[in-house]
């Protein structure tokens, strides 16, 4: 049951009127000048046997400032403590990241998380049971005919019926290539060399990897089924003749369960953030989370304290599974140069240009991005699962 | 003394608009016989004074105010003749065989003081001796009397204002008087097609009393006995009067004209002074051509957009049919189609509404006065009523336009006992879908239809029943996934009853139907069928004694037993592993008797006072929760659950609504109002969206969910110039609203069988005040008006838990500080016009973003209070042309063509504002609903 589908509705019936219209615009809102600088909790403890838990905290940012950078909070305290007394204290890892020991927790207790802040303001979480998360059954995908896009599903059930609110994040890794395969490298001071023979094909920049962390909120409930069961929730979308399965793709899904209130707490936070925008919008809603602050019980605290069991299952999608899947054309003319001497080591300056090949004294270059998969974001680096 | 005396009228051929005037009598004549009191002996007194240069309308009515004569004339075509006059000890006849030497000016002055005043041709006052062997009338004039030859011929132009002179006779000597006064009754209807006239005005001058017609156009009026010129007006049609002379109760149907300001040369002194003396206040009445008026998206003319025009009515975007009236929230509004309860006047989601405008015949909305007849809605009442059908012939109409076809037939069935009007609307929005670029929604479908069915038969003098058959149906498939319906279904029969000349009732049966679902069979383990659906019958009995003028009596009774299914979600195919989720029904009756009187203290100052008590009972079977006393509403603060069975009263509310209202005339156009009002409403929409949607479920009140209650206290101030062809007026307001139901943070309202878990009490109030100026004939016509209103809401629930902005008062979504609307209507000529609709607004409230964060992996966004913010201001101009085929009254088809653009600026006002977060960055962007010039093109055909 999605009564939010009505929203999507709405969208498509102003779209209706004037097909040809946007009617979609960016809009900057007035200046809104004050920052109410809040804390910001992230982090879920991971009650898996000999699992470590990170912490990030950090502080909220005006809405005209630039994104991405968030503000850190380092220099806190921060300890997990359970009911039955233990008490584990993270490591300051700096950059507001903090890190446990690897812990074993006892599931049938309750947990909570103190912090004090540099600044002395103490923050206490309610104390939350720990969750036990069933196996993911599979990660599906299916390219739809008329769009050609990729979607990536998880199917999951709990034969227990304790689980019913799911929460999954995932990190996908791809490799891709760069359009034009060069046999030249550049070495650290952009001299020009053959890699094949000489030192390793550890230079070549002709083979990538990259890696990407989930950023939307993904939910899913089964209380509306007669069993605790998911079926083809969808994580992510791939785009046609995208890069991430130009070769081969893998996603790493991790899920866990969530109390009913904090799946309250995400829905609201998916809400506010991912489903606005057409007819039939909620209202946003006040986001109130489990973490409450003892020195000023008036300042909101943004975060939720989840403690559970977290499982993990692996896919791959080869680029021979879908159809249609070519990431080009590209653009990529190539440039001579009849400077260079013959099997010598050669500089070239303008570094948006890179070395294709060599014919006879003449040198080739194509764009940088052409002939160097890393200038596309990823890394040289095989994952060690490949 | 009084004898029998029979007399000759003479009628011409000009239309006249005038209180006083006369026919210009030309070629084609009539006799009309008519019995009348000879009067008292004929005025003998003499006249003193200087008359320089006066105007002879003036003149006239100097000579009237010294004396008993009533003058009978034509301004047109006196308005150039002057009165240069010293009078000593003059009879009126010495004095105007003076004033008329020399010019084509004739006069008679009649037994009963009359004077007639004629160009060429004098006025026979008497029939010729050989007739009646007495003579009593005078003439004068340059002419010889002229003896004109009666025919039987009576021109259309010529019958109006032949009637207008005419003079009535209304009862008989021996009749039924009480205390000197008698009773007129009778119907007021259109001469083309002879459709009731809803709200027109019948009244006298002189003394300064009046009716307003009602649903059906019958009024009853308490006349003192002797004679009068009674006057009647209604919107859009041509005023016209009645001479009479009241002897004892009796009956009178007026037909009226319809007003096409172009066809006529002769001056307009309209008399429409019926916001200055009718007692109602906040009462807007619009009729279809005004409606039709407004330029509309698409060129759909629409009855909810056109409300939207209207002083203290705001809405909170363009896509929602949802309107609120003076700070009342949208399910606040009682929707009546002929007395059907419309829950869902919508179709494609709220673009446009459910009411096909060829069967209307117009909309009257009460804002302030509600009158206590009507309850269950704290805000307002909208009444659109259909027309009944032409009584006098089979005629049709049909309209093309981008998004609609659509098709009306009307008749009589019965000759003069029977009329029927049917209509139908279908929408062919497909194509629009199929040409969207983009793909993923070539796949969706579209579609609405609506139909209407009306009947009226006249059973006899004193019974008539009447049938009216409503039906709305819409369908949206989303890519071949979701499939959504939604419609309403509605009948009820009315049965009037005339018990004698002053008291008559109505007695109306009606079921109303209401239905949503939703389905999907896309993934077979989830597929589902979603549904609610509610039903209410409902009976009420309405009387109406006027036992005299002073006195007018209303009172009845009503019943509505309302069914509500409010939710079931069940599995769809083998596959499907959906629990089946049925929230239980739930019933109600919600009862009322009232009582009203409209008591006239003095000719100025007028009084209603009206008490209407509503009693309501939810009902079993039903499981109720009880919960722990003092703490939150919560699952787990459940104590227990009671059953209830079938039919047993779970809970009972009961309360009195107060009505009051009262009206004081300092002048003929000036008056100040004043009223004050409680309402009780019994079922709530929850909606936790801005716009209300047509998922949205309505809730019964039960005994964790309170009525809502309401008061509001309005005082007005009305002046009318230039002849009342200019209407202005001031109105404010203070109102109070309890127990309206606000939601928690991720409220779940589907499928909740414990909704009292998830919303909260709100208080509001809201404040405003109106300014209107309207012109209400003329070539340009039209009305601007400017409202400043503020409508606050208050979390106040000791035990809600969380508490909106901590407690405090907040705006509503719809909360417009303010707002302008300009309507302009020229005429041209008879063929063509132009209307012109401007609207400012300020922009609504919106909770905006104040910072943003990383958690989850993505940036999010933290929301300041809750409308703290606004959205920029809303502006939009449309334009519209019509022109009508040409007038010829006998051809077959009449057609007429629309054309116009709507938001002729193309600005992109933002309906919402809202943040998204794409791939991990936060990004603002506002969403318009017609951002752009929207040119529209529609085709009518009558036949």
């Known amino acids: 049951m999605r009564p939010y589908a009505l929203y999507y509705l709405a969208a498509l019936m102003s779209l209706l009127l004037y097909p040809s219209m946007g009617c979609k615009q960016a809009f900057t809102p007035p200046a809104l000048r004050t920052n109410p600088d809040l804390l910001v909790i992230d982090g879920v403890v991971n009650a898996g046997t000999g699992a470590t838990t990170t912490f990030t905290l950090s502080r909220t940012q005006k809405i005209g400032d630039s994104l991405g950078a968030h503000t850190p909070e380092p220099g806190a305290q921060v300890t997990i403590k359970g009911s039955n007394g233990d008490s584990y204290t993270l490591q300051d890892q700096g950059n507001g990241n903090y890190q446990s020991t690897p812990l074993s927790l006892n599931l049938a207790e309750k947990y909570q998380v103190l912090i004090t802040t540099r600044n002395g303001s103490k923050y206490q979480s309610d104390a939350v049971p720990v969750t036990t998360a069933p196996p993911i059954d599979s990660l599906g995908f299916k390219q739809d005919d008329s769009s050609g896009n990729v979607t990536i599903s998880i199917n999951t059930h709990d034969p227990a019926a304790n689980s019913h609110y799911y929460r999954w994040f995932f990190t996908e890794t791809w490799e891709y290539h760069a359009p034009l395969m060069s046999e030249l490298a550049l070495d650290s001071t952009g001299h020009i060399f053959y890699a094949i023979d000489s030192l390793s094909q550890a230079f070549l920049v002709y083979y990538c990897w990259r890696s990407d962390n989930s950023t939307d909120i993904l939910l899913g409930n089964s209380t509306a089924l007669g069993q605790d069961r998911i079926s083809q929730a969808p994580l992510t979308v791939i785009p046609r003749a995208s890069q991430k399965i130009q070769i081969r793709y893998s996603m790493l899904a991790s899920q866990y369960v969530l109390t009913q209130p904090a799946y309250q707490y995400w829905l609201i936070l998916q809400k506010n953030t991912q489903s606005l925008g057409t007819l039939f919008d909620p209202q946003p809603s006040q986001l109130i989370g489990n973490y409450h602050c003892l020195t000023n019980a008036n300042e909101p605290v943004i975060g939720y304290l989840s403690v559970g069991t977290i499982r993990q299952l692996r896919t791959f999608i080869s680029n021979s599974q879908v159809s249609n899947w070519d990431p080009g054309p590209y653009d990529c003319p190539t440039r001579t140069t009849d400077k260079g001497p013959t099997y010598d080591i050669y500089t070239y300056a303008d570094t948006a240009w890179g070395p294709y090949y060599f014919s006879g004294n003449t040198l080739y270059l194509s764009r940088r991005t052409c002939v160097d998969c890393r200038a596309q974001g990823g890394t040289l680096q095989k994952p060690s699962f490949w | 003394m009084q004898g029998l005396y029979t007399y000759l009228l003479l009628t011409g051929h000009r239309t006249i608009r005038s209180t006083r005037s006369l026919s210009r009598v030309l070629l084609t004549l009539t006799i009309l016989v008519c019995t009348v009191f000879t009067a008292a002996a004929q005025d003998t007194r003499t006249i003193d004074g200087d008359f320089n240069d006066l105007p002879f309308p003036k003149f006239a009515d100097r000579i009237e105010s010294i004396t008993h004569y009533h003058f009978f004339y034509d301004p047109a075509e006196v308005d150039s003749l002057v009165i240069n006059i010293k009078a000593r000890q003059a009879h009126l006849s010495d004095l105007l065989d003076l004033a008329f030497k020399n010019t084509v000016f004739h006069y008679a002055i009649d037994p009963q003081n009359n004077v007639y005043i004629t160009r060429r041709n004098a006025i026979q006052t008497t029939l010729p001796s050989l007739l009646t062997g007495d003579s009593t009338g005078t003439t004068g004039g340059n002419d010889s009397l002229t003896t004109f030859t009666p025919t039987n011929t009576i021109p259309a132009k010529a019958l109006r204002s032949s009637l207008e002179s005419k003079l009535f006779e209304i009862g008989t000597t021996g009749g039924k008087t009480t205390q000197g006064r008698a009773t007129l009754t009778g119907y007021i209807r259109d001469i083309r097609s002879g459709e009731a006239l809803v709200g027109a005005a019948v009244y006298l001058d002189n003394p300064p009393i009046g009716v307003i017609t009602d649903q059906f156009g019958y009024f009853s009026l308490q006349l003192p006995i002797g004679r009068h010129t009674l006057q009647v007006s209604s919107a859009g049609m041509k005023d016209t009067k009645r001479q009479l002379l009241v002897r004892s109760d009796g009956k009178l149907n007026i037909e009226m004209e319809e007003f096409i300001p172009s066809l006529i040369a002769a001056t307009v002194v309209a008399e429409k002074r019926s916001n200055i003396k009718a007692l109602q206040m906040g009462v807007e009445r619009m009729n279809i051509r005004t409606i039709k008026q407004i330029p509309a998206v698409l060129g759909e003319a629409d009855v909810l957009r056109a409300v939207l025009t209207l002083p203290g009515v705001t809405s909170v975007g363009e896509a929602s049919t949802g309107f609120n009236v003076r700070g009342g929230s949208a399910d606040q509004n009682l929707i009546l189609f002929n007395d059907a309860t419309i829950y869902n006047p919508s179709h494609l989601f709220g673009f446009f509404s459910a009411f096909n405008p060829d069967i209307i015949k117009g909309v009257e909305l009460y804002k302030s006065s509600i009158p206590e007849k009507y309850g269950g809605r704290l805000s307002s009442v909208l009444d659109v009523t259909t ?208 009582i009203g009187d409209q008591y006239t203290i003095t000719p100025s100052l007028a009084l209603n006072v009206g008490l209407r008590y509503s009693f309501y009972n939810y009902l079993g079977p039903h499981d109720v929760y009880t919960y722990e006393s003092g703490v939150p509403r919560e699952t787990a603060s459940i104590l227990d659950t009671l059953h209830y069975a079938s039919g047993k009263n779970i809970k009972t509310y009961q309360g009195p609504e107060y009505r009051v209202s009262l009206r004081y005339t300092l002048s003929d156009n000036t008056s100040v109002k004043l009223s004050y009002n409680t309402l009780r409403q019994y079922i709530h929409l929850l909606s936790n969206t801005t716009a209300i949607s047509p998922a949205d479920i309505w809730k019964l009140s039960d005994p964790n969910i309170l009525p809502q209650l309401g008061s509001q206290i309005s005082l007005g101030f009305y002046q009318n110039f230039r002849s009342n062809t200019i209407e202005t007026s001031i109105e404010g307001y203070y109102k109070t609203i309890q127990h309206f139901l606000d939601y928690k943070s991720g409220a779940n309202l589907l499928l909740n069988p414990h909704i009292e878990t998830d919303v909260i009490n709100t208080k509001g109030k809201a404040y405003g005040i109106e300014f209107l100026v309207k012109k209400t004939t003329g070539k340009l016509n039209g009305w601007l008006s400017y409202t400043w209103s503020r409508t606050l809401l208050k979390m106040d629930d000791p035990i809600a838990g969380e508490l909106i902005n901590n407690g405090n008062y907040y705006p509503a979504s719809f909360d417009k500080p303010h707002s302008v609307n300009l309507i302009g209507n020229y005429r041209f000529s008879q063929r063509y016009s132009m209307s012109v609709n401007g609207v400012y607004s300020t922009g609504r409230p919106i909770t905006l973003p104040i910072a943003t964060f990383d958690l989850g992996g993505g940036q999010r966004v933290y929301y300041s209070d809750r409308n703290q913010y606004r959205i920029p201001d809303y502006f939009r101009a449309d334009l519209s042309f019509t022109m009508e085929g040409n007038h010829k009254v006998h051809q077959r088809f009449h057609n007429s063509w629309s054309f116009g653009v709507y938001n002729l600026t193309a600005r992109k006002n933002p309906y919402s504002v809202y943040f998204t977060e794409e791939n991990g960055v936060i990004k603002g962007n506002q969403l318009s609903i017609f951002g752009t010039a929207i040119p529209f093109l529609s085709y009518n055909i009558r036949f």
């Open chain 2, 387 to 594: 027309r009944d059908g032409n009584s006098k012939q089979l005629s049709g109409n049909a309209g093309i336009g981008p998004l609609t076809s659509k098709l009306t037939l009307e008749g009589p069935l019965v000759k003069d006992k029977t009329t029927f009007i049917l209509s139908g609307r279908t929408t062919y929005a497909d194509w629009l879908l199929k040409a969207l670029p983009d793909k993923e929604y070539s796949n969706s479908r579209a579609s609405f239809y609506d139909g209407d069915l009306h009947i009226a038969h006249t059973i006899n003098a004193k019974n008539s029943l009447y049938l009216t058959g409503y039906l709305s149906n819409d369908q949206f498939r989303l890519n071949a996934d979701t499939l959504y319906k939604y419609g309403n279904r509605n009948v009820n029969v009315k049965w009037k009853h005339i018990f004698n000349s002053k008291f008559y009732g109505v007695a109306t049966a009606g079921l109303d139907h209401y239905q949503y679902s939703q389905s999907s069979d896309s993934n077979p383990v989830n597929a589902y069928d979603f549904s609610y659906r509610l039903d209410q019958s409902s009976f009420h009995a309405d009387f109406n004694y006027t036992p005299g003028n002073r006195n007018a009596l209303d009172f009845g009774l009503s019943s509505i037993y309302y069914r509500f299914q409010p939710g079931q979600n069940v599995p769809v195919g083998s596959q499907s592993l959906v629990i089946p989720d049925i929230v239980p029904r739930e019933q109600a009756l919600e009862s009322a008797a009232y």
